[in-house]
């Protein structure tokens, strides 16, 4: 078995056996893998770091090569706790929506080094003090893009009119309506205004630091949440637990 080092972002724990722990990470070399590591929970101080979800590790697992997707982490070194994070609920509860959406949605041992990228710029812009909504709707929508799941918005997914007019977003259809089409098909659909659709784009369009200072309004804010959150419930069978309580708090 070869010995492999990488950075990696913690994305769920839960206790495994008697002091053990089995840990969802995301790679920047692997994408997401699975991994035990023994006897952390009876003897922390062996490891240098407690895998606090959404933290930034250097971690060292042994590849398994047969007998399914389960590694042995035998070294976590923290590399960044993201403090400034955490002592926010409001921030804590998104930076935690963020890695549960991710880990939802990638499957194991899938790499994709901007997907890593993404999520590490995006934890950096909460720990900033940024709107955390905007921070969200940044990250659903590259997010979304770099899964190939992002809905087709210049054209009318049925009839191909480029940039309808009014124009409406049918999940089920992956895309927007025309008021025509929209007209003669059942089913809900949420109407989109030209600043929303246009943010989208701009979204699609821009590097992560070019948007960091992005102004929305606050109609085109809401649109946003309800169409992206509507299109990330339709992907995922369950609703998230941290979107749950995102919208609890009111968040
Ligand atoms: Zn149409």
Redesign the pocket.
């Known amino acids: 078995m070869a010995a492999t080092k990488t950075q990696a972002f913690v994305l769920k724990t839960q206790d495994y056996r008697d002091t053990s722990l089995l840990a969802y990470f995301y790679t920047r070399d692997y994408g997401k893998i699975h991994g035990i590591i023994r006897g952390i929970r009876d003897g922390r101080e062996r490891y240098g770091s407690t895998l606090e979800p959404f933290s930034l590790n250097e971690i060292l697992f042994y590849r398994r090569r047969r007998g399914g997707d389960l590694h042995q982490v035998t070294q976590v070194e923290l590399l960044e706790p993201f403090f400034g994070v955490r002592e926010d609920l409001e921030r804590v509860s998104y930076a935690s929506y963020f890695v549960d959406l991710l880990n939802q949605l990638v499957e194991v041992e899938d790499p994709h080094p901007p997907i890593f990228d993404l999520l590490s710029d995006l934890l950096w812009f909460l720990q900033t003090g940024a709107s955390c909504r905007r921070g969200a709707r940044i990250y659903e929508i590259k997010l979304f893009e770099l899964l190939g799941f992002m809905p087709e918005i210049r054209s ?1 997914v ?2 191909r ?1 480029p940039s ?1 007019d009014p124009a409406y977003f049918d999940t089920a259809l992956g895309g927007i ?2 008021g ?2 929209r007209s003669s098909r059942d089913g809900a659909s949420l109407s989109l205004s030209k600043g929303t659709l246009h943010f989208l784009d701009h979204v699609r369009n821009s590097a992560v630091r070019d948007l960091l200072g992005v102004k929305v309004s606050e109609g085109v804010g809401k649109e946003l949440e309800r169409v992206l959150r509507r299109f990330v419930d339709f992907y995922l069978s369950n609703k998230l637990k941290s979107v749950v309580f995102l919208e609890k708090m009111g968040f």
């Open positions: 009318c049925a009839c009119t309808p309506l025309c025509h089409c």
